[in-house]
């Protein structure tokens, strides 16, 4: 992405848009390019997951995703965590939809995989209340102020 970066002095900001429309969300007025990386564990980091139960959950995050109008771009994880890369727009409360994902996700969780879960959990319990979220992007902060210090700024 940081030849994009650099082109944009060069090409106008529509043209960079067309090229990279597949890459950006776009509502209303706006065009945006936001990710983020959300880290989930296990309650107590119980090794409950298999690998049936990380390929529903695959599909259960895309359709909460695509719900909130949102792309994911990766997901993938191990026993007791999970990691997931997706693409959200400006105006999504990331605190509201990690509860809600995590509300919806460890109830049909709880209900298609009972008998694995139940080895480890006696209460309605999946994941552990806290989480782990982190924006991130195509090109890096160096990057990008390397970028907007070399603006040519206008002179008096």
Partial sequence: MSEYIIDITYRS???ILVSM???????GRSVSD???HLVLTTKYRKKVFTDKMLTRLHEITESLLEKWECRLIEINGEEDHVHIL?????????SKFVNNFKSVSS?????E?????DKFYWKEVF???????????GVT???LKKYVENQTRPES
């Fill in 13 to 15: 900001t529509r043209e």
């Fill in 21 to 27: 429309k597949n890459d950006f969300y776009s509502r």
């Fill in 34 to 36: 936001l990710k983020a």
């Fill in 86 to 94: 997706f693409q959200y727009h400006p105006a999504m409360e990331l």
């Fill in 107 to 111: 109830r049909k969780l709880r209900q």
């Fill in 113 to 117: 995989f009972s008998e694995q879960i």
């Fill in 127 to 137: 994941w552990n209340s806290s989480y782990f979220i982190a924006s991130c992007g």
């Fill in 141 to 143: 902060i160096s990057t």
